[in-house]
């Protein structure tokens, strides 16, 4: 008698700006999965927080039928402990897909540790850091990995003026504006003016309380790829070629920018930024998958860490599964190394003691 198949539980949507990113990410992943090693169960999160499974998407990909470029929030309302557990006699592991925050952020996978389900990438604190632009920052600043200059602004810590004249002395002008906790260029402004760099301050404060300040920097986007609990695995890098600024739009709704896979690059650079890459994913306690990006000064600094995306996009246009074929992994076999990776790590940490100790020891 064959064993049945893993219950694969694909969360998406959510309640962050970065809600249609996700729905897109998880067309993608669903379509790529082997049906015939997992039992797919799309769970959708709508905008008002509700979850939605998809029976719906669900009897389409039982039936072979194409899902299109992007899943829809929809299927019956469901209670979250009762869709993610199943019947308890199947093994489940949950591939949470939301990009931004109460999705990236630690916030899932929280409640994932409290009810002891296996879940693929990050663990809560490496996700709640990495999705802190600025506490991530501080992190990598210890770790000795060189950066562009930065500063942050906490609204009612911080007096906004205060930052805003403090960047303009110490950073110059251009600077861009972004919240602390969001991704896909959401509410990231480039400011040229003073005033606009007040503007840029309020718009980034629409989105988070936490905003970071950075300098221009004229230098290639280049990115990695990372996989692994213990040892990370890098891909070979990838380019992104999209003119002044890579924003949400050219991400994904133009197709302006071009990717570049492998980029061009001499083998000592590429060697160079795998490592750093690698170190970063370290520092930062990730597990599982990240995506490292990079600023490249070719005839300056050299490569100075962007950031960490502890969830980074699966859709069409995304570097992060794009860089992994390039490496030799493809599409289908990228999600079963991520599902092994979480199950291990679910299994290492469910052997951890919970013993308490007796006062009298």
Known sequence: MSSPLLRLVVLYGGVSAEHDVSR????????????????????????????????????????????????????????????????????????PLMHGPHGE?????????????PYVGCGVLSSALCMDKAMAKEVAARAGIPQCSWISLREGVDDPREVAA?????????????????????????????????????EALRYDDVVVIEEEVSAREIEVAVLGNGVPETTVPGEILAGAFYDYEKKYLTGEAELVIPAELSDEAAS??????????????????????FFYEENGRGWLLNEVNTIPGFTPSSMYPKMWEATGLAYPDLIDRLIELARATYRRRSGFSTESISPEQ
């Open 166 to 202: 403090r960047a303009v002395s110490d950073l110059g002008l251009p600077v861009y504006v972004k919240p602390a906790n969001m991704g896909s260029s959401v509410g990231v402004t480039c400011a040229d003016t003073v005033e606009k760099l007040d503007l840029a301050i309020a």
């Open 272 to 293: 160079a930024v795998r490592e750093i890459a690698a170190r970063a994913f370290t520092a930062l306690r990730c597990t599982g998958m990240a995506r490292v990006d």
């Open 105 to 117: 952020d630690g916030t899932v996978q929280g409640m994932l540790e409290l009810f002891k389900i």
């Open 24 to 95: 897109t990410s998880a067309a993608q992943v669903l379509a790529a999965a082997d049906r015939a090693k997992y039992s797919l169960v799309p769970v959708g999160i709508a905008k008002d927080g509700t979850w939605h499974r998809n029976d719906f998407a669900a009897a389409a990909l039982a039936a072979g039928d194409e899902l299109g470029r992007r899943l829809d929030v929809e299927g019956p309302v469901v209670n979250p402990v009762d869709v993610l557990t199943g019947t308890g006699e199947v093994e489940t592991v949950v591939l």
